[in-house]
């Protein structure tokens, strides 16, 4: 399953380290995969973030650029999203996923931005 961590309560302008970690058996699924963050809010759809391929190219949503940074660690079967700069728009719950042949969704971990 996945497990996302690293979430808080933060004042505007501060930064969060999230991590989600593959904690299934198998290990041939997660190298091969590009992996994405995404955020929900109340009443909205789940959005992407950013997302990070099997060769570490990298994508981004307008509203983080510049912002946020995701990377992986394959041999620990994990994905990280450096947050910095956070504004009160970036409280949500934040997940992690396969952006393909999406995984069951994790409890995700909440980030809440406020002063």
């Known amino acids: 399953r996945l497990v996302e961590s690293g979430g808080g309560l933060v004042q505007p302008g501060g930064s969060l380290r999230l991590s989600c970690k593959d904690t299934?058996?198998?290990?041939?699924?997660?190298?091969?995969?590009?992996w994405a963050w995404y955020r929900q809010t109340p009443g909205k759809q789940r959005e992407l973030v950013a997302s990070?391929?099997?060769?570490?190219?990298?994508n981004y949503v307008d509203f983080v650029k510049g912002r946020f940074t995701i990377s992986r660690d394959n041999a620990r079967k994990m994905v990280y999203l450096q947050m910095t700069s956070l504004k009160p728009e970036d409280t949500a719950v934040y997940f992690c996923?396969?952006?393909?042949?999406?995984?069951?969704w994790g409890q995700g971990t909440q980030v809440t931005v406020s002063s």
């Open positions: 996923n396969a952006l393909e042949q999406p995984l069951n």
């Open positions: 299934r058996a198998i290990t041939s699924f997660f190298n091969p995969k590009t």
């Open positions: 990070i391929s099997n060769t570490r190219d990298t």
